[in-house]
């Protein structure tokens, strides 16, 4: 946090909130980490001299983007197996290569490299689901990025947990050490339906509401999802979601790829977050989520990328335009979630899935200084008709300069400040060698 005040004045402030807004010539000024003041450049500067002032030329400054669903720590396994069914990718692959692999060391140098690309690429909060909670949790603090670090629970035996009471135990402890990290937080994260027994599902909804956090559950992933709950519970996964009284605005759904209208009347009333991952929807062939369906009903809709074995990047801006694009494509509605509704979705709609609506997301006085600075000088984004339009049609995330969470600069012209990129890019390459030495029948790539 820095102490001092500073001034950054960009080109545009896209506060996000109220909607569709772009401040020309406007400045932020950060005090203690949050945002004090909101105002005209020269006004700011006349009112607090003794400011320091960071010129950001030609930079629209955004709130910074928030990846709401992530199991950061697969960013050492991205192109491990593609262009594969859900279940064959889980079953064959993914679940073979986590048995033989995943411990602390994984996790830390996993999640280091998750956190090096999200920053650079102007997300500032990530939601994840992964294990060995603790580790990512750590890694996050050290490196001062904002999470909510889920206390994943599943029935399948790991390196972390045996049993899913192992789990609930170790998650439990791991969230009495979370209340000493200022930017990190927990929430429980139940893998999906097919993985997670009543019992356990019934000690999540009590547990949660004990303790205040989200739940942050996979569900409706693919059909065949559907059909197997059916045949073993004689219930749909959302069915028995609602007896388990599961379905409330704690509940953050990740997919849903498979609704219809009485669904999506549902989970409007119920107040369930819907998480969007498009490209990992579209990639395993999962299904299409019907968002445009969904923003019209009111159910709030937030934009991740899911973890980096399935995407196969963690980057927000291409998440954020394949989901505006996926929508009109879907619902065949050009004016379906608009350039300034897919940003909100990218920011302030994930910080209120979060519960942390009153905190980050948007850039309002009194909020968390987490932003990011977009560079629009480039040749792809000029000129500059319409600021928002080229966030996220038109920007790459190449083009973030700078990064700042609670008022740290950990992005500067788009060096990491806090985390070292050559040691954390070695550690993953030897990771890299030790998971192709093994071979867990990965993607097939012949090398000679
Ligand atoms: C306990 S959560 C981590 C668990 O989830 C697996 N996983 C990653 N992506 C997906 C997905 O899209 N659907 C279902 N499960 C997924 C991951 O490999 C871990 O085993
Ligand atoms: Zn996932």
């Known amino acids: 946090?820095?102490?001092?005040?500073?001034?950054?004045?960009?080109?545009?402030?896209?506060?996000?909130?109220?909607?569709?807004?772009?401040?020309?010539?406007?400045?932020?000024?950060?005090?203690?980490?949050?945002?004090?003041?909101?105002?005209?450049?020269?006004?700011?500067?006349?009112?607090?001299?003794?400011?320091?002032?960071?010129?950001?030329?030609?930079?629209?400054?955004?709130?910074?983007?928030?990846?709401?669903?992530?199991?950061?720590?697969?960013a050492l396994m991205r192109g491990l197996a593609d262009d594969l069914p859900l279940m064959r990718w889980l079953e064959d692959h993914i679940w073979p290569t986590e048995q033989r692999w995943v411990g602390a060391e994984f996790v830390r140098v996993g999640t280091d490299l998750a956190m090096a690309e999200m920053l650079r690429g102007g997300t500032t909060c990530f939601n994840d689901n992964y294990f060995f909670p603790d580790v990512t949790a750590a890694a996050a603090d050290r490196v001062g990025m904002r999470s909510v670090i889920g206390i994943p629970i599943i029935s399948v035996p790991t390196a972390w947990a045996q049993t899913e009471d192992e789990y609930f135990r170790r998650g439990l402890d791991m969230h009495q050490q979370l209340l000493d990290m200022p930017l990190v937080s927990s929430a429980f994260a139940p893998h999906a339906p097919y993985t997670v027994t009543d019992k356990a599902f019934h000690r999540i909804r009590s547990l949660a509401e004990e303790m205040d956090i989200p739940v942050h559950l996979h569900l409706l992933e693919t059909a065949g999802e559907i059909q197997g709950s059916i045949d073993q519970y004689g219930l749909s996964p959302l069915d028995r979601m609602d007896v388990l009284g599961l379905l409330t605005d704690r509940l953050l759904a990740v997919h849903m790829t498979q609704l219809d209208?009485?669904?999506?009347?549902?989970?409007?009333?119920?107040?369930?977050?819907?998480?969007?991952?498009?490209?990992?929807?579209?990639?395993?062939?999962?299904?299409?989520?019907?968002?445009?369906d969904l923003d019209a009903a009111g159910v709030n809709v937030a934009i991740g990328t899911d973890g980096a074995a399935s995407n196969n990047t963690l980057d927000m801006f291409a998440e954020t335009r394949l989901a505006a694009l996926l929508a009109k494509g879907a619902s065949g509605d050009p004016e379906a979630v608009p350039a300034e509704r897919a940003l909100s979705m990218a920011t302030i709609n994930g910080a209120k899935a979060l519960g942390q609506e009153d905190r980050i997301g948007s850039i309002e006085v009194g909020k968390c200084a987490d932003l990011a600075a977009v560079d629009l000088s480039a040749m792809e984004t000029s000129p500059v008709h319409h600021v928002i339009s080229h966030l996220v049609y038109a920007a790459s995330r190449s083009q973030v300069s700078d990064v700042w969470i609670e008022g740290r600069r950990v992005v500067d012209g788009g060096a990491l400040t806090t985390l070292d990129a050559d040691r954390t890019a070695r550690e993953a390459e030897q990771w890299g060698r030790r998971l192709l030495a093994s071979d867990q029948g990965g993607a097939g790539e012949i090398r000679s």
């Not at 545009?12 to 909101?38: D, F, S």
């Open 261 to 292: 209208d009485a669904d999506i009347a549902r989970l409007a009333r119920a107040g369930v977050h819907v998480l969007h991952c498009p490209a990992s929807n579209l990639k395993l062939a999962s299904g299409i989520c019907r968002v445009a």
């Open 1 to 74: 946090m820095s102490a001092v005040r500073e001034i950054l004045l960009p080109r545009w402030v896209v506060p996000v909130r109220p909607e569709g807004v772009v401040l020309e010539n406007h400045g932020v000024l950060i005090e203690a980490g949050r945002i004090a003041a909101v105002g005209h450049g020269d006004e700011l500067r006349r009112e607090y001299p003794d400011a320091t002032v960071t010129e950001l030329p030609e930079r629209a400054l955004i709130p910074g983007l928030v990846n709401i669903h992530t199991h950061s720590a697969m």
